[in-house]
């Protein structure tokens, strides 16, 4: 007997429908020679093109590698289900971005005044529509030496593995059409507003609040961290929490993947092949080496095995912490962030009230910790006169705990709303029948040979 096709996945099929007629017939626009927002392709830099072209590749591989990383510590009956919730950003947030999600992140600033002065709190969403304007002349403001269409599929790739992070903690109970509906509300409700406040030239916390956060700090791994904590209270625990890791390799993959792209996210964060560049780079890599080692003894002296998942783990969290200040430190320095976000982490995995409220694979102890760790170790040692609390810039700081009081709070109570939205219109938690049975059978009808 045939099967009836559920309304929601119609809906699904019209909207993507609808979206490739659209581009079909939509009248792209072009820069105009004279405005004053956009140089002349007369000031592109060649070394720059070429590095951003190879950073975008590089964050792009991080989707992939993520979605090792996740899917070979899940068990066995989910491990297609995880990874493929990764793969699907790739689809999914693209054509958002191009539609509507670049717009609200980097359009003119919709916003409030203070003192006088104009700061944005989300982007106009009819400013670069269907990439309107956006083409090979450089933006004056945002990135002066490269073709605006690169910056805006550099910050694309940035946009696609913010979603896919949150997978982990709902791994193994989540609908996947459910997933498929939040991760475009989370994309356009709280990446977008967060993006723009921090990265566009007038964004609220970055030229108000002079937030520092070079990669991604807030706008990536906070914002992913306490929207993850909040699925993870609105699905409830899972019907059996003990699992064993299914392939242990598979992590080891998706770290090597996720450190070798984390340097396009990193040191392609300088939008320019130079000194910034070269040292964010640098910084990236100590300072995962300084978790990865710190995270492995840490464990052996709280009588726990030095483990690969464990040095996996690690690995990430260094990158995770060094993310808003790649730019910003020392190579020294980042060996310290690796440390203390390597042990504060740990703390918050093993911390047994944390682990009662099913956070499958520590998403918020990773990624929201780390975060956090990260953007307060930057506010403290970020060089330059007044840069940070150590460079006498106690005003810095004070904005830098009240920004990230205002992340967390925006990020977690905005994510609570739309996961109860989605769950208004979509239950968000497959029922028990499916759990048991599996979610890669249940839901995709596929299994790991």
Request: net charge neutral; glycine share 10%.
């Amino acid at each position: 007997m045939e099967k009836k096709i559920e309304k929601r996945w119609i809906a699904a099929f019209l909207i993507t429908t609808a979206v490739a007629i659209t581009g079909l017939f939509w009248d792209h626009a072009a820069v105009n020679a004279s405005s004053a927002q956009f140089n002349s392709t007369d000031s592109i830099v060649p070394a720059d093109v070429a590095w951003l072209l190879t950073a975008s590749c590089l964050v792009l591989l991080m989707t992939p590698g993520l979605s090792f990383f996740y899917g070979g510590m899940v068990g066995k009956k989910n491990v297609i289900s995880t990874m493929l919730k990764s793969f699907i950003c790739l689809g999914v947030i693209s054509l958002l971005w191009v539609v509507v999600g670049f717009s609200l992140s980097f359009g003119s600033p919709l916003g409030i005044e203070i003192a006088g002065t104009h700061y944005g709190l989300i982007g106009n969403p009819s400013d670069f529509a269907f990439f309107d304007f956006v083409d090979e002349h450089p933006h004056s403001k945002m990135a002066a030496t490269i073709p605006f269409i690169l910056f805006a599929l550099f910050q694309m790739k940035f946009a696609i593995i913010t979603p896919a992070i949150i997978t982990g903690a709902l791994a193994e109970r989540i609908r996947f059409i459910s997933f498929l509906l939040f991760i475009c509300l989370f994309s356009i409700f709280i990446y977008a507003p967060l993006c723009h406040m921090v990265w566009h030239p007038e964004g609220l916390l970055g030229a108000y609040f002079g937030v520092k956060d070079f990669a991604g700090g807030t706008v990536v791994h906070m914002s992913a961290g306490f929207a993850a904590i909040a699925g993870v209270l609105c699905l409830g625990k899972r019907k059996n929490l003990e699992h064993i890791p299914t392939n242990i390799p598979f992590v080891l993959l998706g770290t090597g993947m996720l450190w070798f792209g984390w340097f396009g996210f990193n040191a392609g964060s300088a939008l320019a092949a130079n000194h910034t560049a070269a040292m964010a780079f640098a910084t990236t890599t100590i300072a995962s080496a300084s978790a990865m080692l710190t995270w492995s003894f840490f464990d052996r002296l709280n009588g726990r095995k030095v483990s690969a998942l464990g040095a996996c783990i690690g690995a990430v969290v260094g990158l995770v912490a060094i993310t808003p200040a790649a730019g910003f430190v020392s190579v020294p320095k980042s060996i310290f962030f690796g440390f203390a976000a390597a042990i504060v982490s740990n703390i918050m995995v093993n911390w047994k009230r944390l682990k009662r409220i099913d956070d499958t694979l520590d998403v918020f102890a990773c990624h929201g910790v780390g975060g956090i760790m990260g953007m307060i170790l930057t506010a403290i040692f970020a060089e330059g006169d007044n840069a940070s609390l150590m460079h006498g810039g106690w005003n810095v700081f004070g904005h830098h705990m009240i920004a990230i009081v205002l992340v967390a709070a925006f990020s977690f109570f905005g994510a609570m709303a739309l996961y109860k939205v989605t769950n208004f219109f979509i239950p968000l938690r497959v029922s028990e029948e499916a759990e048991e049975l599996g979610l890669d059978i249940s839901q995709h009808n596929e299994m790991l040979g």
